[in-house]
Nanobody, 128 residues
Framework: QLQLVESGGGLVQPGGSLRLSCVAS????????IGWFRQAPGKAREGVSC????????GYADSVKGRFVISKDNAKNTVYLQMNSLKPEDLGIYYC?????????????????????WGQGTPVTVSS
């Protein structure tokens, strides 16, 4: 069974950077689309960025376009989320999740109901 573990969260000042990692075990990721999602206090979980099984297709929420970059290393069974120019509104628990299948339009499917196999999350706080 596929299991995902996130890491890399923490406290960062506005304008700073963090790189989140999502490491998979139990199954290789080359047949899975992976998404990063976040949940701020009192808010619903939302899609941040998603990547196709091959890594050739990506999607981003409008709020993070130009600041975040998702990448996938199938050899390491790991997906990364490089977060730059962080803002206070980027805070929340960041989760990665997987969906089995080879999809090309990951932008339109980058929503929590489309994904399963969730990790436990890693917290991100952006504050001075």
């Amino acid at each position: 069974q596929l299991q995902l573990v996130e890491s890399g969260g923490g406290l960062v000042q506005p304008g700073g950077s963090l790189r989140l990692s999502c490491v998979a075990s139990g199954h290789t990721l080359d047949g899975y689309a992976i998404g990063w999602f976040r949940q701020a206090p009192g808010k619903a979980r939302e899609g941040v960025s998603c990547i196709s099984s091959s890594g050739g297709s990506t999607g981003y929420a409008d709020s993070v376009k130009g600041r975040f970059v998702i990448s996938k290393d199938n050899a390491k069974n790991t997906v990364y989320l490089q977060m730059n120019s962080l803002k206070p509104e980027d805070l929340g628990i960041y989760y990665c999740a997987a969906r089995n299948g080879r999809f090309t339009d990951v932008q339109s499917m980058c929503h929590p109901p489309y994904f399963g196999s969730w990790g436990q999350g890693t917290p991100v706080t952006v504050s001075s």
